[in-house]
């Protein structure tokens, strides 16, 4: 994790990387958008007052996943397409970001 923002930071601000939603993303090559983290088994507290989450996968040019953009909200639902279209193109956008970081 490299930043969050609220009113303080995660409980758990590093998970094991073949659980939770994150790796699912990661694990899929795909984004995950849960619109009630309580009704998905893969969910892993980070703050506890989250019921909706989207992780978004960032690839390289190998279509690696080398982060991600993660979203979380107190409101259930609160990611719909249009939103997830914006990070999705962010994801994309930042690309260059992480391929820079990469090679330095």
């Known amino acids: 994790m490299i930043v ?7 409980q758990f601000p590093t998970f094991p990387v073949s659980q939770g ?4 993303a990661v694990a899929g ?3 995950i958008n849960v ?4 009704k998905d088994s893969r969910y892993l507290t980070a703050f506890g007052t989250t ?8 690839f390289d040019r190998e279509r690696r ?3 991600t953009i993660d979203v979380e909200s107190e409101r259930p639902n609160a990611f719909g397409m249009e939103g997830q279209a914006v990070l999705e193109d962010c994801s ?13």
Do not use: F, H, Y
């Open 4 to 10: 969050w923002s609220g009113s303080g930071p995660p």
């Open 21 to 24: 939603l994150t790796s699912a």
């Open 29 to 31: 090559c795909k984004t």
């Open 35 to 38: 619109g009630d983290v309580a």
């Open 51 to 58: 019921r909706s989450e989207m992780i978004v996968p960032v």
């Open 65 to 67: 996943v080398v982060g």
């Open 92 to 104: 994309r956008i930042i690309q260059p970001l992480w391929l820079m970081a990469a090679a330095a």
